[in-house]
C-alpha cells in the first residue's frame, strides 16, 4: 500500500516538473530565435504560444514550492532537526549563486575594469534562480514559524503568498534604488531590469508550499477525484474572479495595467490557472501507474537544464550563444524545428547523464 501510494505521488510530481521545464526550454528558445514580424497575436497558435509562455513561471514557480515543500514535510522531525533544513539552504545558496554566474559580465573573474554599467546592470538583475532559491527560504521560514506558533502550515504559507501578491501594487512604485544600492534593490522591483524580483514571485513558490504540506499528510490524497475537482473548483473560480475584476476597472485602468505581470487581476488568473493545470495533472496521474523514465529524469534534473539551455541559447561570459548568431532572425519553420532539437538535446543530456551515473556506481560497488 505505501509503495504504490507513493508511486502515485511521485507521478503526479513528476508530470508537474517535467511540464514546466519543457514549456520553460521551449519558451526561451521561441522567444530567442523567431523574428519580430511573426511575433503577432493576430496569429492563433503565437497568442497560445505567448498566452502559455505568460504562465510558464508561475507554473515553474509553484511546482518548485509544491517539491520542495512536500519532501521537507515527508520528514516528521522539529524544524532544526529536519535535514530538508541543511539541504534546503545549501539549495537556496547554489541557486543564487549560479542565477549570478549565469550573468557574469566578465570571463576574466576578477577584473571588473572593462565591464561597462550595461553589463553591471545584467549581473545585478535578478532573474528566476535568484527568485526560487529566496522562495525555497521563505518557504523554510515560514515552515519554522509555524512551528513555533503551533500554526497549521497552510495558515502560514498562505498569510505570507498573500502578503506578496498584495502588497506587490504599492511596491513597485516605489524607486527602491533611493534606499538602497542596486543589487539589494533589484529584488523588490523591475526598475533595476529585474525579471523576477520577490513581489510577487516569490508568492508562487510559498503558495506551492501549501499543496506540497497538504500532499505530505495526505498520503491517499490522488487517488480521490474529489481533491482535483476542489482544485479545479478553486482554480476556476479565481479565474472567475479576476475576469469580473477586469471587466468592472477595465474603464478605469489603460490597457498595460490590465494586463501587467503585478497587477492583482493577472496574478490572480495566474493562480487560478496553476490551480486548473494542477488538478488536470493529478486527475490524469490517478490513471497513470507508471511514466517513461524520461518524464522523471528531466522533472529531477529541471535546475542542469535550465543552466545549460540557458547557455546554448543566450551565452555567458565564456561562450557565445545562439541569440548573438541567429537572435530573432528565424522564421516560424525554423524555430520551431530548433525548440524541438533543444528540447530533443536536453532529454539526451539528462539519459546520459543518468546511464553515467549508474556506471560509475557499478564500478565503484
Same mark, same amino acid.
Given at each position: %500500500?505505501?509503495?504504490?501510494?507513493?508511486?502515485?505521488?511521485?507521478?503526479?510530481?513528476?508530470? %508537474?516538473?517535467?511540464?514546466?521545464?519543457?514549456?520553460?526550454?521551449?519558451?526561451?528558445?521561441?522567444?530567442?530565435?523567431?523574428?519580430?514580424?511573426?511575433?503577432?497575436?493576430?496569429?492563433?497558435?503565437?497568442?497560445?504560444?505567448?498566452?502559455?509562455?505568460?504562465?510558464?513561471?508561475? *507554473?515553474?514557480?509553484?511546482?518548485?514550492?509544491?517539491?520542495?515543500?512536500?519532501?521537507?514535510?515527508?520528514?516528521?522531525?522539529?524544524?532544526?532537526?529536519?535535514?530538508?533544513?541543511?539541504?534546503?539552504? &545549501?539549495?537556496?545558496?547554489?541557486?543564487?549563486?549560479?542565477? &549570478?554566474? =549565469?550573468?557574469?559580465?566578465?570571463?576574466?573573474?576578477?577584473?571588473?575594469?572593462?565591464?561597462?554599467?550595461?553589463?553591471?546592470?545584467?549581473?545585478?538583475?535578478?532573474?528566476?534562480?535568484?527568485?526560487?532559491?529566496?522562495?525555497?527560504?521563505?518557504? %523554510?521560514?515560514?515552515?519554522?514559524?509555524?512551528?513555533?506558533?503551533?500554526?497549521?502550515?497552510?495558515?502560514?504559507?498562505?498569510?505570507?503568498?498573500?502578503?506578496?501578491? *498584495?502588497?506587490?501594487?504599492?511596491?513597485?512604485?516605489?524607486?527602491?534604488?533611493? &534606499?538602497?544600492?542596486?543589487?539589494?534593490?533589484?529584488?523588490?522591483?523591475?526598475?533595476?531590469?529585474?525579471?523576477?524580483? +520577490?513581489?510577487?514571485?516569490?508568492?508562487?513558490?510559498?503558495?506551492?508550499?501549501?499543496?506540497?504540506?497538504?500532499?505530505?499528510?495526505?498520503?491517499?490524497?490522488?487517488?480521490?477525484?474529489?481533491?482535483?475537482?476542489?482544485?479545479?473548483?478553486?482554480?476556476?473560480? =479565481?479565474?472567475?474572479?479576476?475576469?469580473?475584476?477586469?471587466?468592472?476597472?477595465?474603464?478605469?485602468?489603460?490597457?498595460?495595467? *490590465?494586463?501587467?505581470? &503585478?497587477?492583482?487581476?493577472?496574478?490572480?488568473?495566474?493562480?487560478?490557472?496553476?490551480?486548473?493545470?494542477?488538478?488536470?495533472?493529478?486527475?490524469?496521474?490517478?490513471?497513470?501507474?507508471?511514466?517513461?523514465?524520461?518524464?522523471?529524469?528531466?522533472?529531477?534534473?529541471?535546475?542542469?537544464?535550465?543552466?545549460?539551455?540557458?547557455?546554448?541559447?543566450?551565452?555567458?561570459?565564456?561562450?557565445?550563444? +545562439?541569440?548573438?548568431?541567429?537572435?530573432?532572425?528565424?522564421?516560424? *519553420?525554423?524555430?520551431?524545428?530548433?525548440? =524541438?532539437? %533543444?528540447?530533443?538535446?536536453?532529454? =539526451?543530456?539528462?539519459?546520459?547523464?543518468?546511464?553515467?551515473?549508474?556506471?560509475?556506481?557499478? +564500478?565503484?560497488?
Amino acid at each position: %500500500m505505501v509503495r504504490s501510494e507513493k508511486k502515485h505521488r511521485i507521478i503526479f510530481i513528476d508530470l %508537474m516538473r517535467a511540464f514546466a521545464v519543457i514549456q520553460m526550454v521551449q519558451g526561451h528558445t521561441v522567444d530567442a530565435l523567431l523574428a519580430p514580424e511573426f511575433r503577432s497575436d493576430q496569429f492563433p497558435v503565437y497568442f497560445l504560444w505567448n498566452f502559455m509562455r505568460g504562465m510558464t513561471a508561475p *507554473i515553474f514557480m509553484f511546482t518548485a514550492g509544491t517539491v520542495f515543500t512536500y519532501l521537507f514535510r515527508l520528514v516528521d522531525e522539529p524544524f532544526f532537526n529536519n535535514p530538508r533544513v541543511k539541504k534546503g539552504f &545549501y539549495r537556496f545558496l547554489l541557486l543564487v549563486c549560479i542565477g &549570478y554566474l =549565469l550573468r557574469y559580465p566578465t570571463f576574466t573573474i576578477f577584473d571588473f575594469s572593462d565591464v561597462t554599467q550595461d553589463r553591471l546592470n545584467i549581473f545585478f538583475a535578478v532573474d528566476v534562480l535568484q527568485l526560487i532559491g529566496f522562495g525555497l527560504l521563505f518557504v %523554510m521560514i515560514c515552515a519554522y514559524i509555524a512551528e513555533k506558533l503551533k500554526l497549521s502550515d497552510t495558515i502560514i504559507f498562505t498569510f505570507f503568498s498573500l502578503f506578496f501578491f *498584495i502588497a506587490t501594487p504599492f511596491l513597485i512604485k516605489i524607486n527602491w534604488l533611493e &534606499y538602497f544600492p542596486q543589487p539589494i534593490a533589484g529584488y523588490f522591483y523591475e526598475g533595476t531590469g529585474s525579471l523576477f524580483p +520577490l513581489f510577487p514571485w516569490a508568492g508562487y513558490v510559498v503558495l506551492g508550499g501549501v499543496l506540497g504540506s497538504y500532499l505530505a499528510r495526505n498520503p491517499l490524497v490522488f487517488k480521490t477525484n474529489k481533491f482535483s475537482f476542489n482544485l479545479a473548483l478553486f482554480g476556476f473560480a =479565481l479565474i472567475f474572479v479576476s475576469e469580473i475584476s477586469v471587466l468592472i476597472t477595465g474603464k478605469y485602468f489603460n490597457y498595460y495595467y *490590465i494586463t501587467s505581470s &503585478y497587477t492583482p487581476d493577472t496574478i490572480v488568473f495566474r493562480v487560478g490557472f496553476v490551480l486548473v493545470l494542477t488538478s488536470l495533472v493529478s486527475f490524469i496521474s490517478q490513471k497513470i501507474e507508471s511514466i517513461p523514465r524520461i518524464i522523471i529524469l528531466v522533472g529531477r534534473n529541471t535546475l542542469l537544464i535550465y543552466v545549460v539551455h540557458l547557455m546554448i541559447l543566450y551565452g555567458s561570459a565564456w561562450n557565445p550563444g +545562439l541569440s548573438l548568431l541567429f537572435g530573432s532572425s528565424l522564421n516560424v *519553420i525554423e524555430t520551431i524545428f530548433c525548440a =524541438l532539437v %533543444m528540447v530533443t538535446l536536453m532529454g =539526451l543530456m539528462v539519459i546520459l547523464l543518468s546511464k553515467f551515473k549508474f556506471r560509475n556506481k557499478q +564500478l565503484v560497488t
